[in-house]
C-alpha cells in the first residue's frame, strides 16, 4: 500500500522536537531536569568520540559520523512511549522483551512520517545493520556513560538520590569490557568532577 505523506506534509521533525519535552530519571528526585533531547545529543557526542577512540587508538574502522547519528535517534521513541525507568523496564527477561517489541514498533511509527525519498535513509539510522553491531554496542555505551556523567553531575549538586545509580552504571561500564570506554574515561572523565573554575 502506498504511502499517502507528501513532500511537504510530513510530520516526522515536528515529532522529533518533542523529545524536549520528555524528562528522564522520572523516580528520581532531580536538582536539575534532563529531557531526551539534551541526553541525545550528549550521547550523540559520546558515542562519536568513542567511535574516534577506537580508529585512532586501537586500529578499528567504525563510522563516528554513523554512531552519532544513532546517538541522537536512539531514544526518540519514546516521543511514543515515554520514559520508562530502569527498574521497570530490566525487571525481568520479559519485561525486557515486550519493551523492546514496544520500541521496535514505536519507531516504524515515527519512520512512517518519513516521505518516500527519505524512508530508508532514516530506517538505516534507526535500525542499523549487522554489520554494524559494534557501532550499536558503542552507542550503548555512550548511554551509560551520559547517565553516569549525569550522575556525577548530581552528587556535585549536593544530591545523594543517585548515588546508587552511579555505583551501578560504572559497574555496568566496566562490564561491557569496551576499550574506548576505558581509554575515554581515563582521558576525560575526571573533568565531569571539576568546577568551572577548576576546568579553566
Avoid at 562490564?175 to 571539576?194: A, H, N, Q
Wanted: glycine share 4%; hydrophobic share 35%.
Amino acid at each position: 500500500m502506498e504511502r499517502e505523506y507528501k513532500e511537504y506534509d510530513s510530520p516526522f521533525f515536528a515529532m522529533m522536537s518533542r523529545m524536549k519535552y520528555i524528562n528522564r530519571w522520572a523516580l528520581m528526585r532531580n536538582s536539575y531536569p534532563e529531557n531526551i533531547s539534551e541526553h541525545s545529543l550528549e550521547v550523540g557526542m559520546l558515542a562519536h568520540v568513542l567511535a574516534l577512540i577506537g580508529n585512532c587508538k586501537f586500529g578499528k574502522n567504525l563510522n563516528a559520523e554513523k554512531a552519532a547519528l544513532i546517538g541522537m535517534y536512539h531514544d526518540c521513541t519514546e516521543i511514543i512511549t515515554g520514559d520508562m525507568p530502569t527498574p521497570i523496564k530490566y525487571y525481568n527477561r520479559d519485561t525486557k522483551e515486550a519493551y523492546k517489541n514496544v520500541e521496535k514498533q514505536a519507531a516504524k511509527e515515527l519512520l512512517s512520517m518519513l516521505p518516500d525519498y527519505l524512508y530508508k535513509e532514516y530506517e538505516r539510522i534507526f535500525f542499523p545493520s549487522e554489520e554494524e553491531a559494534y557501532l550499536e554496542k558503542i552507542v550503548k555505551a555512550a548511554d551509560r556513560l551520559s547517565a553516569y556523567i549525569k550522575c556525577i553531575e548530581e552528587e556535585k549538586a549536593g544530591n545523594r538520590e543517585f548515588s546508587s545509580a552511579k555505583a551501578a552504571t560504572y559497574t555496568k561500564l566496566v562490564e561491557m569490557d569496551l576499550p574506548e570506554v576505558r581509554e575515554f574515561l581515563r582521558d576525560f572523565g575526571e573533568s565531569y568532577k571539576k568546577t568551572l573554575d577548576e576546568l579553566k
